[in-house]
């Protein structure tokens, strides 16, 4: 009863952040701190340097990719680190917003609200028709939780999941992955899958806590925080997939997208990137290079 009211007590928690008014100005917490380039600040429009500051928006209910702190004001994670990171790296600040739900990001990138948004946004072809991209994380591995009650056999393909249900958040593209799935498990001649969609991933979590649905399916990294931090989860999927990768995410043909690229691989170069992701535990998604919309795909 008391692990069950400590989980809803983080929902509600996450929930009343989240409908914080998207103009609101929220301060961060960043790990590693960076010197400027001047080239690379040359490659900002001039709105911009006029400014002084790049306006980012998140949403921050997943550690450890973005998330409030203890103190329910200051946001930290992956997300909060990389982007403030390219900002110092460009010699502005980055002015952050809680969109108040995933699928506020792109109508608020498209109305201009928000210069760049990162939340875990994975790039697809269906998305860049509406919003431009720069990659920045491989985000190929996914993982699938339980109740260690349940005593699921660990599996690393979705034939494990045929005729059970798996949640998943609204508006991810885990969602369409399990779709695909389902459809590959009827033509193998097995049951589909349902796929129980939550407004977020905490929400999935507590689902699963609660014994509502008996799995839940999203970004490895996220639910590895999850099960180190409930005991009684356990990762019972862990499964590998093609995607392409998390990537900042920009309103179609922004000036802005050249100077976040260069910057992005300027701490890729000089190791500030890697230190990012090792202190978040996450090493293993490191890419490259950030590649820039269709490039991604290649």
């Known amino acids: 009863m008391k692990l069950m009211q400590n989980v809803t007590l983080i929902a509600l928690a996450l929930t009343a952040q989240s409908a914080m008014a998207a103009e609101t100005s929220v301060p961060t917490d960043s790990s590693l701190h960076v010197t400027a380039d001047p080239a690379l600040k040359s490659l900002l429009p001039a709105d911009i340097v006029k400014r002084g500051y790049i306006v980012a928006g998140t949403n921050p209910n997943t ?3 973005t998330f409030y702190k203890e103190d329910n004001k200051t946001l930290a994670g992956r997300e909060i680190d990389v982007m403030n990171a390219v900002g110092e790296r460009l010699g502005v600040t980055v002015q952050w917003r809680d969109t108040g739900g995933f699928d506020n990001i792109i109508p608020g990138l498209k109305t201009g609200r928000y210069d760049v948004a990162l939340s875990n946004i994975n790039a697809t072809q269906a998305r860049l028709k509406q919003v431009d991209f720069v990659g920045y994380y491989n985000a190929s591995r996914l993982g699938i939780i339980s109740l260690k009650s349940a005593n699921i056999a660990p599996f690393t393909t979705f034939d494990a999941v045929c005729g059970k249900e798996v949640g998943a958040g609204a508006g991810t593209t885990q969602i ?44 490895y990294e996220g639910l590895t925080w999850q099960v180190k931090l409930i005991k009684p989860l356990t990762m019972s999927g862990e499964i590998s997939v093609n995607d392409a990768p998390v990537s900042v995410a920009f309103p179609k043909d922004s000036p802005l997208e050249p100077a976040v690229q260069a910057a992005l691989n300027s701490l890729i170069k000089d190791g500030s990137y890697q230190k990012i992701l090792d202190k978040w535990g996450i090493g293993f998604g490191a890419v490259k290079e950030a590649k820039r919309n269709q490039d991604i795909f290649l």
């Open 63 to 65: 550690p450890p990719t």
């Open 176 to 219: 369409t992955r399990l779709e695909e799935a389902s459809k590959a498990c009827e033509s193998a001649g097995k049951p589909p899958i349902k796929v129980a969609v939550f407004p977020d991933r905490p929400a999935g979590v507590q689902a699963v806590v609660s014994g509502r649905v008996p799995m839940f399916f999203g970004p």
